[in-house]
């Protein structure tokens, strides 16, 4: 399954080596969701998804924000910060190092896929 998604930040740099021309992020051809997690919310989510982590190699994570917002922090020495709101849909692909940071209500789902 291939799946578009919108961005935060079309100009964030993981997106651009991701996204290559288009607006657009996809999940790589052949992709499977094998499991969905969620809805959660600030009270009910994960204190590990609130915790540094990294999805397998060949698992992407599709993290849908369905009412509020979440900061979507990447580990890394830049430690780049990107703000999902309602309605917002990100591509996480496998191995970056990230967490999530609660900055109010929200209500989120996740669905992990496999290639």
């Not at 100009?11 to 499991?35: E, Q």
């Not at 599709?62 to 917002?88: S, T």
Request: glycine share 6%; proline share 9%; aromatic share 6%.
């Amino acid at each position: 399954m291939s799946r578009a998604v919108r961005l935060c930040g079309r100009d964030h740099p993981r997106h651009r080596i991701l996204m290559k021309a288009s607006p657009l992020v996809r999940l790589p051809p052949g992709t499977k969701c094998y499991r969905h997690l969620g809805p959660f919310n600030e009270v009910s989510i994960p204190r590990g998804l609130l915790a540094e982590h990294r999805l397998k190699p060949d698992v992407w994570a599709v993290l849908a924000v369905e009412a509020g917002a979440i900061m979507l922090v990447w580990d890394d020495k830049e430690c780049d910060r990107c703000k999902l709101v309602a309605g917002d849909e990100f591509v996480v692909p496998p191995r970056e190092q990230h967490h999530l940071e609660l900055v109010g209500p929200v209500r989120l789902s996740i669905a992990f896929h496999r290639v």
